[in-house]
């Protein structure tokens, strides 16, 4: 079956997905708004064809020989328990190696996201990809319900415990001591926060992510590339105010809008992927980190 693209969808369709995939609207809200988009087909089929595929689009398989990759736990902060994450790295590294946090969307850690660990453990990082949704139990391998559970999450304990992740990078005995984050979405969002909380971030690199607080950017020290989507207004919306702060605070930034692009344009399980917006995006990306945490 031929892979459908962001442009075999109404771009209503997509704005609706869009609110229902961040819970602005619910699962039934959206099927009975789109419904009279859903020409030969049924709403659900069309939600259906919008949800990910995540074996189609895996480049690197968890038993890969080239990598070792294992969940671990490490300690929540201020006595919440554990939180595990996916841990990739290359099976034989050569000397110490930098490291990178790895935020997924707001579905939790999906294997879409362990694919994005594994692809920089290739590319000779050790990545770790915690999960947030850990203490409800951790990704439930739906998204339906992990959209359902990500907004019972106390979001001032998760940035903890992304916090606290970083601060398990920096002091692994296999890393070089530098670390950098890269987040997707509500991970972008993350890694723009993560930015103003840790002065020896050694860069962050926010896709489509929502802007830090305005009052918090003078405390980035770490050097940013943050990747936008040009179809993507609720995101786009404070960019502007957000720039304006980066320059007044002299922060060192690099900015992309990409022509065309949908939201989540790099996720490659669902149709909102641009190809050639996300090979250079990557690419500008892996440029970034080996700029950063290698020299």
Same mark, same amino acid.
């Given at each position: 079956?031929?892979?459908?693209?962001?442009?075999?969808?109404?771009?209503?369709?997509?704005?609706?997905?869009?609110?229902?995939?961040?819970?602005?609207?619910?699962?039934?809200?959206?099927?009975?708004?789109?419904?009279?988009?859903?020409?030969?087909?049924?709403?659900?089929?069309?939600?259906?064809?919008?949800?990910?595929?995540?074996?189609?689009?895996?480049?690197?398989?968890?038993?890969?020989?080239?990598?070792?990759?294992?969940?671990?736990?490490?300690?929540?902060?201020?006595?919440?328990?554990?939180?595990?994450?996916?841990?990739?790295?290359?099976?034989?590294?050569?000397?110490?190696?930098?490291?990178?946090?790895?935020?997924?969307?707001?579905? =939790?850690?999906? #294997?879409?996201? %362990? +694919?994005? $660990? !594994?692809? &920089?453990?290739?590319?000779?990082?050790? @990545?770790?990809?915690?999960?947030?949704?850990?203490?409800? =139990?951790?990704? #439930?391998?739906? %998204? +339906?319900? $992990? !959209?359902? &559970?990500?907004?019972?999450?106390?979001? @001032?304990?998760?940035?903890?415990?992304?916090?606290?992740?970083?601060?398990?990078?920096?002091?692994?005995?296999?890393?070089?001591?530098?670390?950098?984050?890269?987040?997707?979405?509500?991970?972008?969002?993350?890694?723009?926060?993560?930015?103003?909380?840790?002065?020896?971030?050694?860069?962050?690199?926010?896709?489509?992510?929502?802007?830090?607080?305005?009052?918090?950017?003078?405390?980035?020290?770490?050097?940013?590339?943050?990747?936008?989507?040009?179809?993507?207004?609720?995101?786009?919306?404070?960019?502007?105010?957000?720039?304006?702060?980066?320059?007044?605070?002299?922060?060192?930034?690099?900015?992309?809008?990409?022509?065309?692009?949908?939201?989540?344009?790099?996720?490659?399980?669902?149709?909102?992927?641009?190809?050639?917006?996300?090979?250079?995006?990557?690419?500008?990306?892996?440029?970034?980190?080996?700029?950063?945490?290698?020299?």
């Amino acid at each position: 079956m031929t892979r459908k693209t962001a442009n075999d969808f109404d771009p209503e369709v997509l704005r609706l997905f869009d609110k229902y995939v961040h819970g602005d609207i619910s699962r039934r809200d959206f099927l009975q708004s789109a419904v009279r988009f859903a020409v030969g087909v049924s709403a659900v089929a069309l939600l259906d064809a919008l949800n990910p595929r995540f074996a189609e689009a895996q480049q690197v398989a968890g038993d890969d020989p080239r990598i070792r990759a294992t969940y671990v736990e490490y300690p929540s902060p201020r006595g919440y328990g554990k939180v595990r994450g996916y841990l990739a790295q290359p099976a034989e590294p050569e000397g110490k190696l930098p490291a990178v946090l790895v935020v997924h969307e707001n579905r =939790g850690l999906n #294997p879409h996201i %362990e +694919d994005i $660990a !594994r692809r &920089l453990a290739l590319d000779n990082y050790i @990545a770790f990809a915690p999960d947030a949704l850990y203490p409800l =139990g951790g990704y #439930p391998g739906d %998204e +339906d319900k $992990a !959209r359902e &559970l990500f907004p019972k999450l106390d979001q @001032a304990k998760t940035r903890e415990d992304f916090v606290a992740a970083f601060g398990v990078l920096k002091r692994l005995i296999a890393g070089n001591g530098k670390v950098g984050v890269v987040g997707f979405c509500y991970g972008g969002g993350m890694a723009n926060f993560l930015a103003t909380r840790l002065p020896d971030l050694d860069a962050a690199v926010p896709f489509y992510g929502a802007h830090a607080a305005i009052e918090d950017v003078p405390r980035i020290k770490a050097p940013l590339m943050l990747h936008f989507a040009e179809n993507d207004e609720r995101i786009n919306a404070g960019w502007p105010k957000y720039e304006s702060a980066l320059i007044e605070a002299d922060v060192d930034y690099l900015a992309f809008i990409y022509p065309g692009a949908q939201h989540g344009f790099n996720n490659d399980t669902t149709p909102r992927f641009d190809e050639a917006a996300a090979a250079l995006a990557w690419k500008r990306t892996l440029g970034f980190l080996e700029l950063h945490l290698r020299s």
